[in-house]
């Protein structure tokens, strides 16, 4: 199974970033290769530009349409996902969702935006084909601290959500078998 994270905040250190690197290493037995892409390390001008051709740009929509699972990480900014996500989505071709898993994972500063995943985000993977999208992840900043060396780290309670939200997945897969 190849696995591709999107790493949607333009922060470094982010809470979103560190939930989409524990749903990876949920992942890990399940993933033939696994890979995450910092959008915040896209060319900023290329994003902006829309440019589909510039290298870096064309390997990120490359990998995920190469992908099997998408594993979508955002911070909640304004009540949806982020900007920083939404440049990057827009590039994808029509369909490139189509036929692939899709996990999305957010973080937000509390509970009151927990539906930003089904108005705003939702709507858009749909939009780009996605017809198996797993039960969302989503998670307050209070559920993930800070940490010394790892910038965050998700409260354990976390990977157990996160393993309920990829069960179909595993389930489905022939290792499980
Ligand atoms: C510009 C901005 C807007 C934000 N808007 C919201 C919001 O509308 N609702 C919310 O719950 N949190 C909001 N937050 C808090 C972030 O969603 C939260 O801290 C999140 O965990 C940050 O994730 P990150 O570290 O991956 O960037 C906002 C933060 C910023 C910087």
Redesign the pocket.
């Known amino acids: 199974m190849n696995i591709v994270g999107l790493q949607g905040?333009?922060?470094l250190g982010?809470?979103?970033?560190s939930l989409l690197h524990l749903a990876h290493s949920r992942l890990r037995d399940l993933a033939t290769s696994q890979r995450s892409i910092s959008l915040r390390d896209l060319p900023a001008e290329a994003l902006m530009h829309a440019q589909f051709d510039h290298p870096l740009i064309r390997d990120a929509l490359r990998a995920v349409q190469g992908a099997d699972v998408v594993l979508v990480?955002?911070?909640?900014?304004?009540?949806a996902y982020?900007g920083l996500l939404k440049t990057f989505l827009d590039l994808l071709p029509p369909d490139a969702l189509r036929g692939k898993t899709v996990l999305p994972l957010a973080?937000?500063?509390?509970i009151?935006?927990l539906l930003?995943i089904d108005y705003a985000l939702k709507p858009v993977l749909s939009a780009l084909g996605a017809r198996d999208i797993l039960d969302s992840v989503y998670a307050?900043?209070a559920q993930?601290p800070k940490h010394p060396k790892l910038g965050?780290e998700p409260a354990s309670e976390l990977a157990e959500r996160i393993d309920n939200a990829l069960r179909t997945l595993v389930d489905r897969s022939p290792i499980s078998a």
């Open positions: 905040s333009p922060s982010s809470r979103s970033g990480a955002t911070p909640i900014y304004k009540a982020s973080t937000g500063g509390s009151a935006h930003a307050t900043d993930i965050h």
